[in-house]
């Protein structure tokens, strides 16, 4: 179980260079980044999306940044932006509660790592010790593997309600994708969408 997390973390950057790849190259997905004002985003696309974004948010007064089908679009109007959180506050509230059970996994990986490092630490006397010894020893690293083995118990558990979460995110992230869409379509109608391209 203590691999998991190592491996995850290793494979975390190539899916999101695979990912950013995909997003800046289709040119039919729509593309947002919602900046309120500090210094949160919520978004969909790629790094470029992003620092156009922000380099277009000079007063910090919030923006929408759209890109569609290959043409990009600011837009500055309260309304709009006001629709634009209303229609990312689900993903938000996702995220509050995937960044919770990533401290609760943290946490239990940091015990694991802990309980780790003392059975190492009786291996070694274990390899000095005397027959005698050797039973006691033996029964603590036997009581350090009970308790290994309930943290890794614990770590499945969340690892299944991360995973039940990250659909949940696809799922919101496609609904998302289609208000977004609609939204756009009426700022451009109603004249409050800036094109930049």
Known sequence: MRWIVPLLLAIAPAQSALAETIYSNSSDRLAYVLLDGSDD??????????????????????????????????IRDRAILGRAEAIVAPQKELGRRQGALGRQQGELGHQQGALGAEQARLGRQMANSTPSQMGELGRQQGELG??????GEQQAVLGRQQGALGHEQ???????????????AEAIHRGLAQRLD
């Open 41 to 74: 985003a919520m978004m969909s696309g790629s790094t470029i999306d992003i620092e156009r974004a922000r380099a277009l948010n000079a007063g910090k007064a919030g923006l929408l940044y759209m890109r569609q089908d290959g043409v990009a679009y600011v």
């Open 146 to 151: 009970r308790r290994q083995s309930t943290l």
């Open 170 to 184: 696809a799922r919101l992230a496609e609904a998302a994708q289609a208000q977004f869409r609609a939204l756009l």
